[in-house]
C-alpha cells in the first residue's frame, strides 16, 4: 500500500540554523501539508500546497518558514533561523485531488525536529 | 467559535471489554469528522471518517463511530478491546477548508 516517506525520522540542530525537512507524498497525491505537534500538545495545522502554492496557512507560518516542492516527488518544509521553541514533531499529510469533504489526508510518521 | 474536544485525556480498560473514546465539536454547520490512531514511534493512521453519508461509521480493526448531531458527538466505540489498541486517539475535525483541527487526544491503556 502507497504511504507518504519523510527523513530524516530525527533532525538535532542549533539555534539560529537553517533545517529543510523532506517528505515524498503518495505518488498520484496533489495537495500538500505540514502539520506539527509540539510535546504535550495538539497536532497543528502549518501549511496546505496545491499547484506549486500555498493554498492556506496558519498564524504559525510566518516568514521563517516555506515550503517547495523542489521536483515531481518531492515536498519540502524549511525553517530559516530555528529557534528553540520550534521543537517538535512535524508531519506530513497529502490527498489525492477531489473534493476536500471526501477525500483523506494521509499522513507520513514524522520527523522529530530537537532545536538546542 | 468553531472547536474540537476530547473528553478523557486517558482511557484505561481491561483486555476484552468495551472501548469508549468520547469526541464532542463545535460548529454552525455539519463539518468531516475523523478519527486517526498514533502508535508509539509511528505516524497518524485514518481509523475511519464521517463525510454526511451513513451516520455510523465503522473503520479499521473493529472500531466504529457515530454521528449525533443533536448532541454534536462523534464517539468512537470498539465491543472488545484488544492489547495492540494501546495507543493515542485523535478526534479531528474539517470545519469546510483545507486544514484538519485536532483534538487534544486520548491515550488507551488496555490492561492485560
Known amino acids: 500500500e502507497p504511504e507518504v516517506t519523510q527523513t530524516p525520522s530525527h533532525q538535532v540542530t542549533q539555534m539560529g540554523q537553517e533545517v529543510i525537512l523532506r517528505c515524498v507524498p503518495i505518488?498520484?497525491?496533489?495537495?500538500f501539508y505540514w502539520y506539527r505537534q509540539i510535546l504535550g500538545q495538539k497536532v497543528e495545522f502549518l501549511v496546505s500546497f496545491y499547484n506549486n502554492e500555498i493554498s492556506e496557512k496558519s498564524e504559525i507560518f510566518d516568514d521563517q518558514f516555506s515550503v517547495e516542492r523542489p521536483d515531481g516527488s518531492n515536498f519540502t518544509l524549511k525553517i530559516r533561523s530555528t529557534k528553540l521553541e520550534d521543537s517538535a514533531m512535524y508531519f506530513c499529510?497529502?490527498?489525492?485531488?477531489?473534493?476536500?469533504?471526501?477525500?483523506?489526508?494521509?499522513f507520513g510518521p514524522g520527523t522529530r525536529l530537537t532545536v538546542l | 467559535a468553531q472547536s474540537v474536544t476530547q473528553l478523557d485525556s486517558h482511557v484505561s480498560v481491561s483486555e476484552g471489554t468495551p472501548v469508549l473514546l468520547r469526541c464532542n465539536y463545535s460548529s454552525s454547520y455539519s463539518p468531516s469528522l475523523f478519527w486517526y490512531v498514533q502508535h508509539p514511534n509511528k505516524g497518524l493512521q485514518l481509523l475511519l471518517k464521517?463525510?454526511?453519508?451513513?451516520?455510523l461509521v465503522k473503520g479499521i480493526n473493529g472500531f466504529e463511530a457515530e454521528f449525533k448531531k443533536s448532541e454534536t458527538s462523534f464517539h468512537l466505540t470498539k465491543p472488545s478491546a484488544h492489547m495492540s489498541d494501546a495507543a493515542e486517539y485523535f478526534c479531528?475535525?474539517?470545519?469546510?477548508?483545507?486544514?484538519?483541527?485536532f483534538g487534544t487526544g486520548t491515550r488507551l491503556t488496555i490492561i492485560p
Open positions: 505518488s498520484n497525491h496533489l495537495y
Open positions: 464521517y463525510t454526511s453519508a451513513a451516520t
Open positions: 479531528v475535525v474539517r470545519f469546510g477548508n483545507e486544514k484538519l483541527t
Open positions: 499529510a497529502s490527498r489525492l485531488t477531489g473534493l476536500a469533504s471526501l477525500d483523506t489526508q494521509y
